[in-house]
């Protein structure tokens, strides 16, 4: 069953010098029990489409889509209160930089014990209900990895490092027991066994309670340990999506490669001391954005076809938009 279904998605934000495509025609899928990747040099758009996912966008943007559906619903067109209850009730978010995402006057432990949901609770006096509570914190708390949960519980944000705030966001995700979680580089600046750690969490949770992930970051290491799919994005356009392995041996789209190319734990095969391929240039501001696909520039492959954005092209379960693709008899 398809959970998250989006398709062309236009995000127009309105500046003094008119309006900006900051996500154009953006296309991502999945499915019920899958953990899918979200993947984009910095500044690609990846918040922007978890934001419009859970309807965090100011009213003054602009949104437009073919398709915006949450196991068929369409978000977009229903109400503002069903389409929070649904965001609350079945998909939570881990954003990045957990530390200036929770409040500092409250203690951790306050804030988890907020999020868990009565459902969750039983049918008891409320006394009772307290203790359910935070039993159920205090399990959450120990499954992401924190152990001395009265320490941590006790303390405020600015009293605990960094990692610890961000194990308390996952936590604070997880306790509510949604259907998807979107972690929106859940693991960024975290040291290599905290990391291991939480992924090795997400992945479990994927295995046992069918936990739906959409995983979004830079770190391709990360995502080739746990995401079956990948969407490729770039300057707020998606460039390739397909399954991970064959995006990882096969890619179609010069962005993808170069991407894969540039990761040093990809590149096995490359002698020692020899230097990373990288992409010339940096990616556009929204303000100098170059006309059809927005690689152009900076693109090895680019020809003057590339004035138009590409249609999205399809090779058995393979998406690309590209008018130089890296075919197997062009490569
Ligand atoms: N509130 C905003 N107003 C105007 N532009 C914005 C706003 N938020 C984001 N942008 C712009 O939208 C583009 C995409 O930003 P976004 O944060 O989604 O990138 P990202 O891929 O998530 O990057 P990172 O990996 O660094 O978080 C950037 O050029 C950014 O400057």
């Known amino acids: ?10 995000l127009e934000i309105p500046t003094a010098s008119g309006s900006i495509k900051a996500l154009d025609k953006v296309s991502l899928s999945l499915k019920k029990g899958e953990i899918s990747a979200l993947v984009g040099e910095s500044g690609s758009g990846k918040s922007l489409i978890v934001r419009t996912i859970v309807g965090a966008i100011p009213d003054r943007w602009n949104i437009t889509a073919d398709r915006l559906t949450w196991k068929g619903q369409d978000l977009l067109g229903m109400s503002e209160h069903k389409r929070r209850r649904i965001i609350r009730d079945e998909v939570s978010v881990v954003f990045q930089n957990a530390v200036t995402a ?9 804030q988890l014990l907020e999020a868990v949901p009565d459902r969750l609770l039983p049918k008891t006096m409320f006394w009772q209900r307290r203790q359910h509570r935070l039993a159920l914190a205090q399990k959450q708390l120990h499954k992401v990895g924190i152990k001395d949960h009265e320490l941590c519980m006790k303390a405020y944000p600015h009293q605990v490092a960094d990692d610890v705030c961000q194990k308390l966001m996952l ?59 990948m969407t490729v994005l770039y300057c707020g356009q998606t460039v390739e999506s397909g399954s991970m392995s064959e ?14 190319d540039s990761a040093p734990s990809f590149r096995k ?7 990373l391929s990288s992409l010339p240039g940096t990616i556009p501001t929204l303000q100098h954005l170059p006309i059809g696909c927005r690689l152009g520039p900076r693109c090895p492959r680019a020809g003057k076809e590339c004035v138009k954005a590409p249609k999205t092209h399809r090779l058995h379960n393979h998406f690309y938009n590209c008018h130089f693709p890296l075919l197997p008899e062009t490569k």
């Open 269 to 275: 095969d490359l002698p020692r001391k020899t230097p």
């Open 102 to 110: 929770l409040d500092p006057t409250a203690t951790l432990g306050e």
């Open 1 to 10: 069953m398809q959970l998250l279904d989006i398709k062309n998605l236009t």
């Open 171 to 229: 936590a604070m995700s997880l306790v509510s027991q949604p259907e998807l979680l979107i972690a929106d580089d859940p693991t960024m600046g975290m040291e290599i066994t905290t990391k291991v750690q939480i992924l090795r969490l997400l992945t479990k949770l994927n295995q046992t309670r069918n936990l739906s992930i959409l995983y979004v970051s830079h770190d391709l290491l990360a995502i080739a340990t746990m995401a079956t799919n």
């Open 247 to 260: 995006l990882r041996h096969s890619p179609l789209h010069p962005y993808t490669k170069a991407l894969l």
